[in-house]
């Protein structure tokens, strides 16, 4: 009974960190000075909800079973290195964000 409990607490916060990500992208789109840049912040969480979505989904037998992978958890080359690029452009927008005297 005390693995179940402890497998469960580590998928919700496993799946709570993935949530503060895509929060974190969304208020960086806020933020962006451009409108390009809230683009990319808000495509970059899109991704991140599409993968997260459809893989809990297949593990749960909801969803059929493809490639992807879980955001950050799962090892796969090409998509590690995507996510990875994604989120230094999402701390680059962040960097040269609008400071908050100027919103």
Do not use: E
């Amino acid at each position: 009974m005390k693995n179940k409990l402890k497998r469960i607490a580590a998928s919700v916060l496993t799946l709570a960190l993935l949530a503060a990500i895509v929060i974190r992208c969304i208020v960086v789109a806020r933020n962006a000075k451009s409108q390009l840049d809230a683009y990319i912040c808000v495509g970059v969480a899109g991704m991140l909800v599409f993968q997260i979505v459809s893989n809990v989904g297949m593990c749960l037998f909801v969803l059929p079973v493809v490639g992807l992978t879980l955001p950050f958890i799962s090892y796969g080359g090409s998509s590690v290195v995507t996510l990875f690029i994604a989120m230094g452009m999402v701390s680059g927008i962040q960097k040269r964000s609008l400071p908050d005297w100027l919103r």
